[in-house]
C-alpha cells in the first residue's frame, strides 16, 4: 500500500508512517459502519467540568427532594453513549437522556459525551436536534437531555427493513431520499457557518420523525475549524487518531490529516451518503478494516449502473472526489447541485409525459377524416404535450428531449394548420418555435393568398346574396307600404265624398299636385331610411321602380292634360299602370304580388261598369294592394320566400 501511496502526488507531504501505525492498532473485528471514536483531542478542561455540572434529581421511590427526572428504558446504544426514554417531571414533558454506556464509563469517555453535549447545545437548528440540560446524576456521571424524537432511523429506510414515517406503508422513492439529503445539508450548511464540521454523517446519524421532519444526530466526533474555539470545543486540527464511520471516511480522515480536515470533509460524507441512497450500500468496502480505510485513502471514481441516474453519479463523484479542491465548494452547492437534479427529474418525467401526448396526436393526424370529434381530440392532445414541453423547459431549460419534443410538436401542428386553412392559427405557432424555421414562411404566402381570393369570393357572393335579400330594410318597406295603402285609400274616399255633397271637383291640377306630393313623401322617406334601404340591389331596384312610377304618373297626367281627355277616363288608365307595375313587382321580387294585381284589374272592370264609383274601387284597390305588399314584407312571410328567391344559402369559405 505505501508504495501505491507513494505514486499519488497530492498524498506526498501525508505522514505515511504514522498512517500505518494507526492501521497496525485498528482491531481487526471493528465494525466498518461504526463510529471510531477519539477522546485524545478533546479540551483538557472537559475533565474538570463534571464538578460544575448541576445535580438532576432521578426519582426513585426511596428519593426524598423533588425530581426533576424520571428515566426510563434504554431506546439505543452507540460506540460511546446509550439513549434513554425519560420524562421532565417540571414541564410534563418526554425527552430522552443520553449517558455513557455503563460498560464504556471512563474519564476519556465522560469528556467526549460533555464535548459532545456543548457542541450540540452550541448548534441550534431546526434539523439538529435541541439540548434542553446538561447535568449529572448522583453517580457523578453526566446527563445531557435532549428533546424527544419518535421516528426511523434513516438507514432503516434505505435498506427496505422500514418504510416512509407517516407514509401509510408507503416504500421510499429516490426523489424521496434526495429530498431527506436535501434537509441534512440545512443542517450541515448551519454547522459550517459556525465553523464546526460532523465529521461522521451517515443514514444511521440520521432520524426521520412522523411528520417527514429530519434530524442529523451523533455530534460526537465533530469538531471545530476555528481557533477562537481552542479550550471550549475540540479542534480539527489537533486531531491525533481515527474518528468518524470507516466506510464513509473521506481521505484526509483515513489518513488522520487533522490540519486538512473542514467543510470540504463534510461534503465528502454528504456524497457517501447519496452514494448509498443510490447504490444500497457504503461507498468503502472490504474483508477488513485496513482494506476499507485504504478504499476510503484511494477514493477512485465510482462506475454506476446505467439505472442510476446520470446526474447524480457526477453528483457522487464529483462529492467524493480524492481531491478536496476538487469537491463541491460548499455544502450549499451541492444542496443545490440536489435540487437541481430534482427539477431535472420533473423536467423529464413532464417531457416523457408530454411524448406520449405527442404520439397519440400523431396517430390521430393520420387517420382519415375531418370530423368535429377528431378535430377537438388533436387540438386537446397538441395543447396538453406542449403545455408539458414548455413546462418541461421552465425546469430545466437544457432538457434536450423537451426542445425537440416541443419543435417537432408545433411543427407538426403547423403543417396541419396550413392543411385545415387556418392562417392565423399557423402564424401565431410559427412564432412559438423554439428554434425558427423559413421553410414555413412560402406556404403561409400561399395560404394567404388563396385566402384572400376565396374572401373576396365570398364577398363577392354574399353581396350578391344582399342585394336580393328582401330581408333587408323590409321592416321601412312595410312601414312606408302601410301608411302610402292608408293615404291613398282615405283619399279617393274623401274625394268621393266632397265631390257627392257638391263641394269641389277632382280634376287633373289637383291629382298632379298629388303626384308631386306622393314624390315628395318618397323622397323623404328614402332619405331617412337611406343606411338600410341602399343597401342592397332589392331595394334600390325597388325605389327606381317607384321613381318611374311616379315618373309615369307624372308624365301621363301631364299627356291627358295635353290631349284634353276627361278625367275619369284617365282614372282607368291610372288603374292600367298599377296593374302592370304590380305585375313587375310580382315577377321580379316576389310572386305573391300577383294578387295586388288582378285587385287593380277588378277595380279597373269595375269602374268601368259603375263609373260614379271610381274613387271608391281606387280607394279599395289602393287599400287593398298595398296591403298585400304589407303583408308579404313581414318578417314571417319572407322567410317562407327565401328558398323561392335563395335555392342554395351562400357559406363562408372554410
Known amino acids: 500500500m505505501r508504495s501505491f501511496l507513494l505514486k499519488r502526488p497530492e498524498l506526498e507531504k501525508t505522514d505515511l508512517t504514522n498512517f500505518e501505525s494507526l492501521l497496525a492498532g485498528i482491531p481487526e473485528d471493528q465494525d466498518s459502519c461504526t463510529t471510531i471514536h477519539n477522546p485524545q483531542l478533546l479540551p483538557r478542561e472537559n475533565t474538570s467540568q463534571i464538578d460544575e455540572l448541576p445535580f438532576l434529581a432521578i426519582a426513585r421511590p426511596d428519593a ?7 428515566v426510563g428504558g434504554e431506546l439505543a446504544k452507540g460506540g460511546m453513549g446509550a439513549v434513554y426514554s425519560a420524562r421532565q417531571l417540571p414541564l410534563s414533558r418526554d425527552v430522552v437522556v443520553k449517558m455513557v454506556r455503563p460498560d464504556k464509563k471512563s474519564p476519556k469517555m465522560t469528556a467526549q459525551l460533555l464535548s459532545e453535549s456543548k457542541l450540540t447545545g452550541f448548534l441550534e437548528h431546526p434539523n439538529i436536534v435541541p439540548v434542553h440540560q446538561l447535568g449529572k446524576n448522583d453517580q457523578e456521571q453526566p446527563m445531557l437531555v435532549m428533546k424527544r424524537i419518535e421516528g426511523v432511523g434513516w438507514d432503516e429506510i434505505v435498506s427496505g427493513k422500514k418504510p416512509i414515517p407517516g407514509g401509510k406503508g408507503k416504500v421510499a422513492t429516490l426523489e424521496w431520499h434526495v429530498k431527506t439529503l436535501i434537509q441534512v445539508c440545512h443542517a450541515v450548511e448551519y454547522a459550517h457557518s459556525e465553523d464546526i464540521i ?42 491525533k487518531g481515527l474518528a468518524g464511520s470507516p466506510s464513509y471516511m473521506a481521505p484526509e480522515m483515513a489518513l488522520v490529516d487533522g490540519p486538512n480536515l473542514g467543510p470540504h470533509t463534510d461534503i465528502y460524507l454528504l456524497g457517501a451518503v447519496l452514494h448509498t441512497i443510490i447504490t444500497g450500500k457504503p461507498p468503502h468496502l472490504g474483508y477488513t478494516l485496513k482494506d476499507v480505510l485504504f478504499k476510503a485513502t484511494v477514493s477512485a471514481p465510482k462506475e454506476y449502473e446505467a439505472s442510476v441516474p446520470r446526474v447524480l453519479a457526477s453528483v457522487c463523484n464529483k462529492a467524493m472526489h480524492v481531491l478536496r479542491t476538487k469537491r463541491f465548494a460548499s455544502a450549499k452547492d451541492f444542496r443545490e447541485a440536489l435540487e437541481d437534479f430534482l427539477r431535472y427529474r420533473e423536467s423529464v418525467r413532464l417531457s416523457s409525459d408530454s411524448l406520449m401526448h405527442f404520439a397519440e396526436m400523431e396517430q390521430l393526424l393520420s387517420l382519415h377524416g375531418d370530423e368535429p370529434e377528431k378535430k377537438h381530440l388533436i387540438y386537446e392532445q397538441f395543447n396538453e404535450c406542449r403545455f408539458g414541453f414548455k413546462h418541461s423547459l421552465e425546469i430545466w431549460p437544457e432538457n434536450k428531449s423537451a426542445t425537440k419534443g416541443l419543435q417537432d410538436a408545433v411543427e407538426r401542428m403547423i403543417w396541419y394548420e396550413i392543411e385545415q386553412e387556418d392562417h392565423k392559427a399557423a402564424s401565431l405557432l410559427v412564432a412559438e418555435l423554439p428554434m425558427p424555421k423559413r421553410e414555413f414562411q412560402e406556404p403561409l404566402r400561399r395560404l394567404a393568398r388563396k385566402l384572400a381570393k376565396k374572401e373576396a369570393h365570398f364577398k363577392s357572393l354574399q353581396q350578391m346574396a344582399n342585394d336580393s335579400d328582401l ?9 312606408a307600404a302601410f301608411f302610402i295603402g292608408l293615404l291613398w285609400g282615405v283619399g279617393p274616399l274623401l274625394v268621393y265624398f266632397f265631390e257627392t255633397q257638391g263641394h269641389f271637383w277632382w280634376g287633373h291640377v289637383r ?12 323622397g323623404i322617406v328614402v332619405f331617412l331610411g ?12 325597388l325605389i327606381s321602380l317607384l321613381g318611374i312610377l311616379i ?44 294578387i295586388s294585381a288582378l285587385i287593380y284589374v277588378m277595380a279597373l272592370f269595375a269602374s268601368a261598369f259603375w263609373p260614379d264609383y271610381i274613387f271608391v274601387f281606387m280607394a279599395v284597390a289602393h287599400t287593398s294592394g298595398m296591403g298585400v305588399i304589407t303583408w308579404a314584407w313581414t318578417p314571417q312571410a319572407l322567410v317562407q320566400l327565401q328558398p323561392i328567391l335563395h335555392p342554395a344559402k351562400t357559406e363562408h369559405p372554410s
Open 530 to 541: 337611406r343606411t338600410t334601404l341602399l343597401r342592397s340591389k332589392a331595394n334600390r331596384q
Open 551 to 594: 315618373l309615369v304618373f307624372i308624365s301621363h297626367r301631364l299627356t291627358v292634360m295635353w290631349l284634353e281627355i276627361p278625367f275619369r277616363k284617365t282614372i282607368i288608365l291610372e288603374f292600367v299602370i298599377f296593374f302592370h307595375f304590380m305585375g313587375a313587382l310580382a315577377v321580379f321580387f316576389d310572386r305573391r304580388l300577383l
Open 511 to 522: 291629382f298632379l299636385y298629388s303626384n308631386f306630393g306622393f314624390a315628395t313623401l318618397l
Open 198 to 239: 460532523h465529521r461522521d454523517i451517515k443514514p444511521s446519524n440520521v432520524m426521520i420523525g412522523e411528520f417527514g421532519e429530519v434530524y442529523l444526530l451523533d455530534w460526537g466526533v465533530a469538531v471545530s475549524v476555528n481557533e477562537v474555539h481552542r479550550g471550549i470545543l475540540p479542534l480539527a486540527i489537533d486531531s
Open 64 to 70: 426524598l427532594p423533588p425530581a426533576e427526572l424520571e
Open 471 to 479: 330581408m333587408v330594410g323590409s321592416r321601412i318597406r312595410r312601414v
